[in-house]
């Protein structure tokens, strides 16, 4: 198995978002840090992998924007 599968590649994108989480980003802004990194992550994945991570781990992402609302 290659790591240029669509699952490695999704598997990356979800890493780089949950280092955006650590440093308190929200979605627009992780979305634009990497389509502007090394990485040239185009929005749209980035948005759909957010999207499915909130599916998988909604009352994380609902404390993460109550943080980010407060800052």
Do not use: R
């Not at 990356?12 to 280092?19: D, G, L, R």
């Not at 440093?23 to 627009?28: F, G, I, P, R, T």
């Not at 499915?52 to 993460?64: P, R, S, T």
Request: charged residues 25%; hydrophobic residues 35%; negative net charge.
């Amino acid at each position: 198995m290659s790591d240029s599968t669509p699952a490695a590649y999704i598997h990356m994108v979800q890493h780089m978002i949950e280092i955006c989480l650590g440093l308190n980003m929200s979605k627009e802004e992780c979305m634009e840090a990497l389509s502007k990194s090394t990485g040239n992550i185009n929005p749209i994945i980035t948005s759909t992998v957010w999207n499915e991570l909130v599916k998988e781990n909604k009352d994380f992402f609902e404390k993460y924007e109550e943080k980010l609302m407060k800052k």
